[in-house]
């Protein structure tokens, strides 16, 4: 009975890691603000590429967007993702520094839904500006699809 119970949380230990391993990828996504309290909104998300990359002997996961600073978190069960920056960092946006942070899940098809906010501070006085937020949705991408273009054929 005792290796039963030691191979079963060996075999979950397993199972859930291979799980954290799976949300790790590029992602095509798409960004709709949710809302604002700037005047006016300092950035205009689109489409994007996000990478999730997950460290299992460190039990930690990294989000890169192409604009916005890494975030670093925690992999969760179920696929959640929760990740933030680990301080005030400077912006595109001449004057304000923000702080960022994304959580949501992935699904086991691949299909991502995170919310990202955005803490904005102005830099010269370090007072909070407002906030901004966004719906991020999208898949997993094909791996190494679209990272380079094509190479076109040389004719002789």
């Not at 191979?7 to 391993?21: C, D, N, P």
């Not at 790790?24 to 960004?31: H, L, N, P, R, T």
């Not at 994007?48 to 925690?74: Q, R």
């Not at 906010?117 to 901004?132: F, R």
């Amino acid at each position: 009975m005792r290796n039963f119970v030691i191979t079963s949380a060996v075999l979950l230990v397993a199972i859930s890691s291979a799980r954290a391993e799976d949300i790790a990828g590029s992602y095509d996504v798409k960004f709709e603000e949710m809302g604002h309290n700037c005047n006016p909104p300092p950035v205009a998300l689109g489409r994007s590429k996000l990478a999730i990359t997950t460290f299992p002997k460190k039990n930690a996961l990294s989000v890169n967007i192409e604009t916005i600073p890494v975030m670093d978190g925690i992999p969760q069960k179920g696929g959640k993702i929760n990740a933030k920056t680990s301080k005030v960092l400077a912006t595109t946006v001449q004057g304000l520094d923000a702080k960022y942070s994304i959580a949501g899940k992935i699904d086991e098809g691949g299909i991502l839904q995170l919310v990202l906010v955005a803490e904005y501070i102005k830099h010269d006085d370090k007072k909070p500006y407002c906030t901004q937020s966004w719906n991020v949705t999208g898949a997993k991408g094909t791996p190494g699809a679209g990272d380079k273009p094509a190479k076109p054929d040389k004719k002789k």
